[in-house]
């Protein structure tokens, strides 16, 4: 399913374009199944092969990635838990990875917006419970940019490196999801543990 999935995404991106990276992670920053390991190593794959600039790939991203965090924030600011009962099975909505990610969000606070974009599951619910809680408009917009940018390129990179090999990425994904949880919790933990040491 998923081998299919990544071709139907390559065949798409190589008849749009940039529209087509635009469009696919509109889809991956909502409650779409659409995988960014999917979309984003591709892109990277036709920088190298000089079609795409990184500056176009960024750009079509990142509005994509903006696009969907909002509409997913707007769902969750004026439908709230109501809405999301009634008429999450039409978005695809798994109400189990929505209350992980509530409790998430619930011990981050704002920051888990930034936090949430490098984090497998959490990163295409996020923008819900942020919603819910009417974040700051312009703290979660930011917040959206500057983690979904940098987990976009970083595919995008991968892809470049990888170049005809990008697909290799999707066998590993889970892998690179690990490392990335694993750095993120690293991290954190050191500052917290710098912060009482100082405290103390």
Same mark, same amino acid.
């Given at each position: 399913?998923?081998?299919?999935?990544?071709?139907?995404?390559?065949?798409?991106?190589?008849?749009?374009?940039?529209?087509?990276?635009?469009?696919?992670?509109?889809?991956?920053?909502? +409650?779409?199944?659409?995988?960014?390991?999917?979309?984003?190593?591709? %892109?990277?794959?036709?920088?190298?092969?000089?079609?795409?600039?990184?500056?176009? +790939?960024?750009?079509?991203?990142?509005?994509?990635?903006?696009?969907?965090?909002?509409?997913?924030?707007?769902?969750?600011?004026?439908?709230?838990?109501?809405?999301?009962?009634?008429?999450?099975?039409?978005? /695809? $909505?798994?109400?189990?990875?929505?209350? $992980?990610?509530?409790?998430?969000?619930? &011990?981050?606070?704002?920051?888990?917006? $930034?936090?949430? #974009?490098?984090?497998?599951?959490? #990163?295409?619910?996020?923008?819900?419970?942020?919603?819910? %809680? &009417?974040?700051?408009?312009?703290?979660?917009?930011?917040?959206?940019?500057?983690?979904?940018?940098?987990?976009?390129?970083? $595919?995008?990179? /991968?892809?470049?490196?990888?170049?005809?090999?990008?697909?290799?990425?999707?066998?590993?994904?889970?892998?690179?999801?690990?490392?990335?949880?694993?750095?993120?919790?690293?991290?954190?933990?050191?500052?917290?543990?710098?912060?009482?040491?100082?405290? &103390?």
């Amino acid at each position: 399913m998923f081998e299919h999935l990544f071709n139907i995404i390559a065949d798409i991106i190589s008849r749009t374009g940039y529209l087509g990276i635009c469009f696919f992670m509109v889809l991956e920053s909502m +409650v779409f199944p659409i995988p960014s390991e999917a979309v984003m190593p591709f %892109a990277g794959f036709l920088i190298g092969s000089g079609r795409f600039s990184w500056l176009g +790939v960024a750009l079509a991203s990142s509005l994509g990635s903006l696009i969907g965090s909002w509409l997913s924030y707007f769902i969750g600011y004026y439908g709230g838990r109501p809405f999301l009962e009634k008429f999450g099975k039409y978005l /695809l $909505l798994d109400h189990h990875h929505l209350e $992980l990610t509530e409790k998430f969000f619930a &011990k981050y606070g704002q920051q888990a917006v $930034l936090i949430s #974009r490098f984090i497998p599951v959490v #990163r295409h619910l996020i923008s819900v419970p942020a919603g819910m %809680a &009417k974040m700051n408009k312009l703290k979660f917009t930011i917040d959206t940019l500057i983690g979904a940018t940098c987990w976009n390129m970083f $595919l995008a990179y /991968l892809g470049f490196v990888l170049q005809d090999r990008w697909a290799l990425i999707k066998k590993y994904t889970h892998y690179l999801d690990y490392l990335v949880v694993f750095v993120i919790v690293f991290g954190i933990g050191y500052f917290y543990f710098k912060r009482v040491k100082k405290h &103390k």
